[in-house]
């Protein structure tokens, strides 16, 4: 839901929204885009959201049927609206008096952290902090078949939790479910001109990690030689107050990667904690960034941000990298578990080109890790694949005046790619690399959250001193 916006906005000719999406038509004719995918969930997890995503709703047919008999009506009360879906659609936007369609942010109560250490930081606001499940914050609308329901297990509440890996592998091997999954799955690879693979998006650390163990190994058997992308997703940081989930925790992420890399093309675990281990570290940090990493709402838009960056080479329009050929750079002897990095936002401040930001940056311990390996991105790194979004051409090469000395031999390259791979050359000169360079940035309107510093411009330039701007819109990364 959070990566859809960004697809909406890309100009033509970078991204394909086909790889992600589908266009189709209701059966009263109103046309559709809905994602291509299929969403296995516990009770409990769609809140207001029907199951089938409210889409093909009739009001005709939820009408009262007219009876001359006996009717006895049973009626179920609907889960209500989270007060944050609720206010997103006042904030989606005013149009200004210079006739510009301008976001209204949502305020979140996270500001700059207070001068006296005496003083609370002050509490976010009751809409925000009330996001429970992806479905308080969901824009997109589902296809009827997206949603599979796991009726044995419960979300929320202290019995029938998912907690192991065991379960969650036997979940597929139940033919109901097994049956369903199929199903679904033929619905969307059949209607395909060209299949690349999948991406499979998981938690690690529950029983979750199992069920996305049998679907690698169903799909690898089923769809083999396609591309299958693991992403497994942990929490940011925990409490050494529960030592028993803290080892299941271990043991479901440890299952997770070692099933899922036999029968995946590459596994990258995403997390804003910096360990898998039993020792707790305190979440990453990012510059320009204010977020609260207890808050699973929070942590879901970074780790959006990176997978909607890093996965933008087999998204493209035009010279497209497919699933298996990334997979293929990124495979070294056989060891498919990857580290995933980032830079949100990519600092520039205005009047600045991308010679001097990278020169600025320095080397690639500039990265943020996300993939909670303990080190900084480019240690003993075999290969590498880089995607910088939202820099405009202008700012590609440097616009030094003839005859000024250069500052890099960066500032020699004549446009933006060159620039971008002679920098990764410098920084890594035995990795293979592998760098795509786009204009499109990363949307960031509601329902993304309010995450970011008061220094950062309407489309995340760093002000450097200067006045705060609008609510940010858009950021490179």
Known sequence: ALCAPSEAAAPPAELCPDVLYRAGRTPHGRETYTPRLILMDLKGSLSSLKQEGGLYGDAQLDAAIAWQGKLTTHKEELCPKNPYLQDLRSAEGVLSSDGIWRVRSIPSGKGPPPLATATAPKPL???????????????????????????????????????????????????????????????????CDFLQGFQILCDLHNGFSGVGAKATELLQDEYSGRGIITWGLLPGPYSLREPQKNVFRLLNTAFGLVHMSAHS????????????????????????????????????????????????????????????????????????????????????????????????????????????????????????????????????????????????PLHACTTGEDVLAQYLQQQEPRVRSSAHLLLAPCNVVPPYPRLFSPSLSQHGLVLDGSPPGAAVESIPV
């Not at 109901?176 to 199903?183: C, F, K």
């Open 265 to 408: 093309s590459l596994v990258c675990p995403l997390s804003l904690g910096r360990s898998l281990g039993l020792r707790p570290e305190p979440p990453v940090t990012f510059p320009h960034l204010q977020y609260d990493a207890t808050l699973p709402f929070h942590c879901a838009a970074v780790l959006a941000t990176t997978l909607d960056t890093v996965t933008v080479p087999y998204r493209l329009r035009s010279s497209p990298v497919s699933m298996a050929h990334l997979a293929d750079l990124l495979n070294f002897s056989g060891k498919k578990v990857v580290t995933a990095a980032a830079t949100i936002p990519f600092p520039l401040v205005p009047g600045q080109s991308l010679p001097d930001a990278l020169v600025q940056l320095g080397g690639p311990a500039a990265w943020t890790p996300l993939s909670a390996c303990g080190g900084p991105c480019g240690t003993r790194c075999f290969a590498l694949s880089v995607v910088l979004r939202g820099l405009d051409g202008a700012r590609h090469t440097s616009r030094l005046a003839p005859g000024t000395a250069l500052p890099s």
């Open 125 to 191: 606001i009751p809409t925000e902090s009330s996001v429970r499940v992806w479905s308080d914050f969901l824009r997109v609308h589902l296809h009827p078949r997206s949603i599979c329901m796991i009726h044995k297990y419960n979300h929320d509440g202290e019995a029938g939790r998912l907690e192991a890996f065991g379960q969650g592998e036997s979940i597929l091997k139940e033919p109901r479910y097994l049956e369903e999954l199929e199903d679904r799955l033929h619905f969307y690879v059949e209607e």
